[in-house]
């Protein structure tokens, strides 16, 4: 079946250094890919999306690439802050079906 | 209102319970879930409602069973359950008006059900 994996699972950086989540999908039919941040005991909540049209998105802070050749996606978060760590999920979407990838717990020290 | 409330927040039921998780939303959005997330993990869905009527079911348990009574509203009912369906049950709503465009998600609070 259709499956996203997402690396890594933990990564840990000092603060004002930049982070990188690379995720693969199978399915060639996605076409939008969200990524969500959960904090501890918290809902999870988007804070960035690219479609399968766009190469990359910035938004502040944080910016996702696509290779839709190779199905690859990213996620770079630049001059990390102590509140940046969480987990985050990216994610497949075709339709009403999103397959996410299994989390990359981020901590970043002070 | 930008959010998705789900009621209650925390709840124990014992195994031969009848119990219902509760989900609102008034942002007019037609594509509503619930997804179940187990600690440390990723989650997954369970159904997909859209314009009120049941459009994926991902071969869920029959003890769960769930209802959209109007464009705002999603249940989710429970019976019968076992302790490995103890987890966070969250709900979900995007703008999604059809299978074709996609959206992202708006999610609750979620629901920690434990089960005894």
Known sequence: GENVEQHPSTLSVQEGDSAVIKCTYSDSASNYFPWYKQELGKRPQLIIDIRSNVGEKKDQRIAVTLNKTAKHFSLHITETQPEDSAVYFCAASRGFKTIFGAGTRLFVKA | ?116
Not at chain 2, 12 to 24: Q, R
């Open chain 2, 1 to 116: 209102d930008t959010e998705v409330t789900q009621t209650p927040k925390h709840l124990v039921m014992g195994m031969t319970n009848k119990k219902s998780l509760k989900c609102e939303q008034h942002m007019g959005h037609r594509a509503m879930y619930w997804y179940k997330q187990k600690a440390k993990k990723p989650p997954e869905l369970m159904f997909v409602y859209s314009y009120e009527k049941l459009s994926i079911n991902e071969s869920v348990p029959s003890r769960f069973s769930p209802e959209c009574p109007n464009s705002s509203l999603l249940n989710l009912h429970l019976h019968a359950l076992q302790p490995e369906d103890s987890a966070l049950y969250l709900c979900a709503s995007s703008q999604n008006r059809g299978p074709f465009a996609t959206y992202g998600y708006t999610f609750g609070s979620g629901t920690r059900l434990t089960v005894v």
